[in-house]
């Protein structure tokens, strides 16, 4: 049976779009205002103030800014600090209850909703993934967990039964295939995207460059199981 004929009888016949067990997958082209809670270390930096982001969406954020802080209706610019990543734009309040505010963002040209997708995507890719039933799986092995998800993304783990010691994953997306043994590391393969040929034949492995992490990161901090604390660890 093909993979999509597979996916199709664990969906109970629903299409892509319906999601893996009837549950609706987070994506972005279908409601732009799904909102994405957002790792620790992320924040909106302007002159009075820093404040941590709590979620965030193609069109606003939600903020910790405490209860006491005043802000105005008036649009202002601040810098949005996303790891390595600092992106300026302009928001204004929507709403401020308790210590949270939310902020809509005013700046919607191409090249900024271009740079805010990118550092969502990992966020709803990663919290897309569901776990396919593993007595419905093709060559189930013991300790092995499959998860799939949107842009037909697919995440392998292999943990011991007993000890639940994790001694391999493999996360497959477009064209690229990230493996992770406790043997070797973190592993990158590329393929071409003409017939699936590596882009390398005979080279090693690469290793994924610094700057691949943080987006590796934040899709597996967002994967809705226990296992990405395990998963998180081998990262570090």
């Given at each position: 049976?093909?993979?999509?004929?597979?996916?199709?009888?664990?969906?109970?016949?629903?299409?892509?779009?319906?999601?893996?067990?009837?549950?609706?997958?987070?994506?972005?082209?279908?409601?732009?205002?799904?909102?994405?809670?957002?790792?620790?270390?992320?924040?909106?930096?302007?002159?009075?103030?820093?404040?941590?982001?709590?979620?965030?969406s193609l069109t606003g954020l939600r903020v910790r800014v405490g209860r006491n802080f005043v802000?105005?209706?008036?649009?202002?610019?601040?810098?949005?600090?996303?790891?390595?990543?600092?992106?300026?734009?302009?928001?204004?309040?929507?709403?401020?209850?308790?210590?949270?505010?939310?902020?809509?963002?005013?700046?919607?040209?191409?090249?900024?909703?271009?740079?805010?997708?990118?550092?969502?995507?990992?966020?709803?890719?990663?919290?897309?993934?569901?776990?396919?039933?593993?007595?419905?799986?093709?060559?189930?092995?013991?300790?092995?967990?499959?998860?799939?998800?949107?842009?037909?993304?697919?995440?392998?783990?292999?943990?011991?039964?007993?000890?639940k010691t994790l001694h391999k994953w493999i996360l497959h997306h477009g064209h690229h295939i990230?493996?992770?043994?406790?043997?070797?590391?973190?592993?990158?393969?590329?393929?071409?995207?003409?017939?699936?040929?590596?882009?390398?034949?005979?080279?090693?492995?690469?290793?994924?460059?610094?700057?691949?992490?943080?987006?590796?990161?934040?899709?597996?901090?967002?994967?809705?199981?226990a296992v990405r604390h395990d998963l998180l660890r081998t990262l570090n």
């Open positions: 049976m093909q993979l999509s004929g597979l996916l199709q009888r664990l969906m109970g016949g629903r299409g892509a779009a319906g999601g893996l067990g009837g549950r609706k997958l987070p994506t972005m082209s279908r409601r732009r205002t799904e909102r994405y809670a957002v790792p620790q270390g992320r924040l909106i930096v302007f002159p009075e103030a820093i404040w941590p982001i709590i979620d965030i802000v105005g209706p008036t649009p202002i610019y601040v810098t949005l600090r996303w790891g390595h990543t600092v992106l300026r734009t302009k928001v204004k309040l929507a709403w401020h209850s308790g210590d949270d505010a939310g902020l809509v963002i005013c700046d919607t040209t191409g090249e900024s909703l271009m740079r805010l997708r990118r550092l969502i995507e990992p966020l709803a890719l990663g919290s897309s993934l569901s776990l396919i039933d593993s007595s419905a799986t093709l060559g189930s092995e013991s300790g092995k967990k499959w998860f799939h998800g949107q842009e037909d993304a697919n995440l392998w783990v292999w943990q011991s039964p007993n000890t990230y493996t992770w043994t406790d043997a070797k590391g973190l592993e990158l393969r590329a393929y071409a995207p003409m017939g699936y040929t590596p882009m390398t034949p005979g080279e090693a492995v690469a290793v994924p460059v610094k700057t691949q992490l943080p987006w590796l990161r934040d899709l597996l901090w967002s994967l809705p199981s």
